[in-house]
């Protein structure tokens, strides 16, 4: 069945560092792919998400691109902020949801 | 839009009492879904459904129930409570047409003692 690897956390950086958060996917076909953002004490709010191969989801300065090669969709963001402190979970898509674990990042400043 | 919504937002029931958790969605959406999430892990499907009158098990449906009459209501019913449903649930919807995205409630924190 489907399934989502997410790199193991918590993870902890400075203000303005470089992020990356990965994930893999196994699925058969082209399933959607989603990144999700969780702070603290709220539900889930989506952050990007791509539909196909090669597609680069984007928003609020983050970037994660679809690669059916490698079966990825590593979450990527240039400068991290306080703000930006949260829980972020990886998920695919058909019409039911395979999550990832969630990966908790804490931003410095 | 309203989106999905959930009631109640915090309940504390005693081992072996009953609640129904409530989720509303305004959005015409076919799927929905219901979600509990323990600390620090992430999201166990435990039912959903494809459309009125249809409802399937997910990952973890033990000690659970749904309903789903109308497109817009989506009730869990938890009877008989035990503290390993201590957590936190969330209700989904999604539509085909929107590449079934997940529109997510703000939560439910459940504990049982």
């Known amino acids: 069945g489907d399934s989502v690897t997410q790199m193991e956390g918590p993870v902890t950086l400075s203000e303005e560092a470089f992020l990356t958060i990965n994930c893999t996917y196994t699925?058969?076909?082209?399933?959607?792919l989603f990144w999700y953002v969780q702070y603290p004490g709220e539900g889930l709010q989506l952050l990007l998400k791509?539909?196909?191969?090669?597609d680069k989801g984007s928003n609020k300065g983050f970037e994660a691109t679809y690669r059916k090669e490698t079966t990825s969709f590593h979450l990527e963001k240039g400068s991290v902020q306080v703000s930006d402190s949260a829980v972020y979970f990886c998920?695919?898509?058909?019409?039911?949801?395979?999550f990832g674990d969630g990966t908790t990042l804490t931003v410095k400043p | 839009n309203a989106g999905v919504t959930q009631t109640p937002k915090f309940r504390i029931l005693k081992i072996g009492q009953s609640m129904t958790l409530q989720c509303t969605q305004d959005?015409?959406?076919?799927?929905m879904y219901w979600y509990r999430q323990d600390p620090g892990m992430g999201l166990k499907l435990i039912y959903y459904?494809?459309?009125?009158?249809?409802?399937d098990k997910g990952e973890v449906p033990n000690g659970y129930n749904v309903s789903r009459s109308t497109t817009e209501d989506f009730p869990l019913r938890l009877e008989l409570a035990a503290p390993s449903q201590t957590s936190v649930y969330f209700c989904?919807?999604?539509?085909?047409?929107?590449?079934?995205?997940?529109?997510f409630g703000p939560g439910t924190r459940l504990t049982v003692t």
């Open positions: 989904a919807s999604s539509s085909r047409q929107e590449a079934y995205e997940q529109y």
């Open positions: 699925a058969t076909g082209y399933p959607s």
């Open positions: 959005m015409n959406h076919n799927y």
């Open positions: 459904s494809v459309g009125a009158g249809i409802t």
């Open positions: 998920a695919l898509r058909r019409f039911e949801s395979t």
């Open positions: 791509a539909t196909k191969a090669d």
